[in-house]
């Protein structure tokens, strides 16, 4: 009898940090989640729906199982938030849609054009790449200069205080709210040479039904990691 192949490892995402896993399901509903590192947990069904779930782990944790539309899953933790997506394929993590790969490059393209001529952050041009809510907090922000007191001490697209030297869009992943979040690994450095390792962001992009795909936050993964909009929040509330 030939030996059964494993299940191929598919790029899972755990608190939206990439991470290797695969999923094995048993007849009676439960399922365990291999991760790459060794780590394993299995899943007992306790409530199931058409698309909604609830499962419990081996530690006694329940979790919220949301299926969607494309066969892709949702865990979330009932209590501490903890969120994983395991693609239905194993290559169902990594494709962009066609649109939302043009707006990062696009901005891209934009953000090494515009370190050429030193001064003030000009994002009128980039306004239909934004949701509204982000855009208006950018043009505010990046306008900020020292003398107001405070000011946005990194470049957003980088999330470093260097320039930019290449980016690279490595691959996309749904959440539960159809929005999709797509990972850039940004080279930063100076004049032209890059540093290592290469910074890590995530960008959320959010469907429209006649702009198409905007992009609504940014988050910085790195420890610890922080989102775009609450950052430039905080420095408009703040008092000085």
Not at 170 to 180: N, V
Not at 200 to 228: C, H, M, N
Request: glycine share 8%.
């Amino acid at each position: 009898m030939p030996p059964v192949a494993a299940e191929p490892w598919k790029t899972c995402w755990f608190n939206d940090q990439p991470m290797a896993c695969r999923d094995r399901h048993q007849g009676d509903g439960s399922l365990t989640i291999e991760w790459r590192d060794g780590l394993a947990m299995t899943y007992t069904l306790v409530r199931e729906g058409a698309t909604r779930s609830t499962l419990r782990d081996s530690l006694g944790g329940l979790w919220q199982r949301e299926v969607l539309v494309q066969g892709n899953a949702v865990f979330t933790h009932a209590q501490n938030g903890n969120r994983i997506v395991v693609p239905l394929r194993a290559d169902a993590g990594l494709a962009c849609p066609a649109a939302v790969r043009a707006q990062i490059d696009g901005l891209y393209r934009w953000q090494l054009a515009r370190q050429e001529h030193p001064g003030p952050i000009a994002m009128g041009s980039q306004r239909d790449r934004f949701t509204p809510e982000l855009f208006s907090l950018l043009e505010r922000a990046v306008a900020l200069t020292p003398a107001d007191g405070r000011f946005v001490d990194f470049d957003p697209f980088s999330g470093t205080q260097a320039s930019t030297v290449g980016a690279t869009l490595q691959g996309c992943r749904p959440d539960q709210a159809g929005r999709l979040m797509a990972r850039v690994a940004v080279r930063a450095g100076l004049r032209g040479r890059a540093a290592e390792p290469a910074q890590q962001l995530g960008y959320v992009l959010r469907p429209t039904p006649k702009a198409g795909w905007r992009i609504a936050d940014i988050v910085y993964l790195r420890e610890p990691s922080f989102r775009l909009s609450r950052y430039l929040k905080e420095l408009m509330e703040q008092r000085l």
